[in-house]
Nanobody, 124 residues
Framework: QLQLVESGGGLVQPGGSLRLSCAAS????????IGWFRQAPGKEREGVSY????????NYADSVKGRFTISRDNTKNTVYLQMNSLKSEDTAVYYC?????????????????WGQGTQVTVSS
């Protein structure tokens, strides 16, 4: 069964950090681009960050540039999202998704596999 599982979410104070992980089972992530998305209550899902299958290309939403870093370790079949200087507006459910060669960025329609999400809450 092909599956993506996110972990690492939780409650953190403003200014704090979290590292999210996206682990794959049932398939290898080597040939997939990975995107991180988030959805806050009452809002549409939005793209946060993307990394190409090789790891050589990344991009970020303007709202997280300079604070979030995406990386991947194909030997562990895992992609990470390091989130620093967290703000209350970063509160959301975070999802990772995997897509093939058609993926060029953060268009949700380009991604084939989705995880169930992990909650991130930034609050004092």
């Amino acid at each position: 069964q092909l599956q993506l599982v996110e972990s690492g979410g939780g409650l953190v104070q403003p200014g704090g950090s979290l590292r999210l992980s996206c682990a794959a089972s049932g398939f290898t992530l080597d040939y997939y681009a990975i995107g991180w998305f988030r959805q806050a209550p009452g809002k549409e899902r939005e793209g946060v960050s993307y990394i190409s299958s090789s790891g050589g290309s990344t991009n970020y939403a303007d709202s997280v540039k300079g604070r979030f870093t995406i990386s991947r370790d194909n030997t562990k079949n895992t992609v990470y999202l390091q989130m620093n200087s967290l703000k209350s507006e970063d509160t959301a459910v975070y999802y990772c998704a995997a897509g093939g060669a058609v993926v060029t960025g953060l268009d949700t329609n380009e991604y084939e596999y989705w995880g169930q999400g992990t909650q991130v809450t930034v609050s004092s």
